[in-house]
């Protein structure tokens, strides 16, 4: 006789449904989405098969389908003309900017639907790094939070639910935050991309935004993939500042990371499944090697069950026809 006899409890689908210990919902999904300048504009990314750079009519037309399938919320990245682009990063505060154009648009039209939008000077510069500059190549810690400061309450009027500052500058969370309540803006909440580590699998999302950088690497302010104990002080220090959520970024070589935080932090905790992460699975799938739809749905499901509340990727479209209610 044999007591225990886990399978059991996988002998057919309603019992693996019962004794499931994880879901993975449209609810639990972030989009993110690339805005370009223009109408009924649709660029193809190299790196990211099946993500586009989409003008606003797309995106509208993009966001609506997804928040009526339950998706509820999507993350905007702007795509900026290099002629706009300065050392400074001045477009970012531009008063009509495309991202500004972007959310009033969105909120008008799809009002129930939560605006994530990034706080960082990448997308704007010309040297392609989150902050301003010194003659040797640094990125200046404060000069780089006011700047940063001042985008959260642009963005913050035009229609964003959550500043999400990716930048990685010491003290930025209590920054915006003061700044934010100054300027009368209270429910706007702040996602702090926490322990963002120096990857190198931000490379497709820096082809798709035209950030890659001109020289050098983001060391000096995003963390080494060596580090445990750096991201959870991190995540306390921005508990401190008056962050609303966390995030760990890249999320499936971070699992460790997210649960540890989960654990040590009692905030919603999110996790970006980044763009390498994304291409690397696509790539295996054109070549015939894996079968991408399934793994993405797997890999959004470990991030899940590592402590995750909710996650953004690339795969949400390919993985929603996974997440429907099916018959036994
Ligand atoms: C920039 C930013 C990056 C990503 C999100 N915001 C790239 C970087 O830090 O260089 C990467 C996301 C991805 O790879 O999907 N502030």
Known sequence: MLLARPRRNRKSSAIRHLVEEN?????????????????????????????????LDLILKEAEKLHRQGIPSIALFPVIDSKYKDEQGTAALHEDGLIVRVLQTLKQEIPSLCLI???????????GYD??????????????????CQMA?????????????????????????????????QEV?????????????????????????????????????????????QAVLDAEQGADILMVKPALYYLDIIAKIKEKVHLPLCAYHVSG????VMAAHANGWLDGPEVLHEALLSIKRAGADFIFSYAVPKILPFLELKPF
């Open 277 to 280: 992460e994304y291409a690397m």
């Open 153 to 185: 309450c642009l963005f913050g009027t035009a229609g964003a639910d959550i500043v999400a500052p990716s930048d990685m500058m010491d003290g930025r969370i209590g920054a915006i935050r003061r700044q934010l309540d100054i300027e009368g803006q």
């Open 117 to 127: 939008t990034d706080i960082a000077l990448d997308p704007f510069t010309s040297h």
């Open 131 to 148: 902050g301003v500059i010194d003659q040797r190549g640094y990125v200046m810690n404060d000069a780089t939070v006011e700047i940063l």
């Open 189 to 233: 909440g702040i996602l702090s991309y926490t322990a963002k580590y120096a990857s190198t699998l931000y490379s497709p999302f820096r082809e798709a935004v035209g950030s890659t950088l001109k020289f050098g690497d983001k060391k000096t302010y995003q963390m080494n993939p060596a580090n445990t104990r750096e991201a959870i002080r």
């Open 23 to 55: 879901v993975l919902r449209a609810a639990d999904l972030v989009m993110p989405f690339f805005v370009i300048e223009g109408e009924n504009k649709q660029e193809e990314i190299k790196s990211l098969p099946g993500v586009f750079r989409l003008s």
